[in-house]
């Protein structure tokens, strides 16, 4: 089973940037998946969670920002980040929740 991130980059404070995570070796959709992150010099933080049913969690410095969403048909997941701020530069990350099972990580960041 693998995670693969993509869709990071560099983007001026305010822009927007959608990161995908693709899945394989198993169903996205039957486990909790999370999108966590960490920025240098900083411990890695949780950022959102995807439930199996739908439901979605946010940490509170992204609400109202960050989107998480799934694509069952390509068992991929997707964070959907608008108005990205300086303080969200970090190598972000979609993690398997159920089976601790981490992908490679994807860089983010925003200047200021």
């Known amino acids: 089973a693998h995670l693969v991130e993509s869709g990071g980059g560099l983007v001026q404070s305010g822009g927007s940037l959608r990161l995908t995570c693709a899945g394989s070796?198993?169903?996205?959709?039957?486990?909790?998946m999370t999108w966590h992150r960490q920025a240098p010099d900083k411990a890695r933080e949780w950022v959102a969670t995807?439930?199996?049913?739908?439901?979605?969690f946010y940490t509170d410095s992204v609400k109202g920002r960050f989107t998480a969403s799934r694509d069952d048909a390509k068992n991929e997941l997707y964070l959907q980040m608008d108005n990205l701020q300086f303080e969200d530069t970090a190598v972000y990350y979609c993690?398997?929740?159920?089976?601790?099972?981490w992908g490679q990580g994807t860089q983010v960041t925003v200047s200021s």
């Open positions: 070796g198993f169903t996205l959709s039957d486990v909790i």
């Open positions: 995807f439930a199996p049913g739908g439901a979605t």
């Open positions: 993690q398997n929740f159920d089976a601790k099972l």
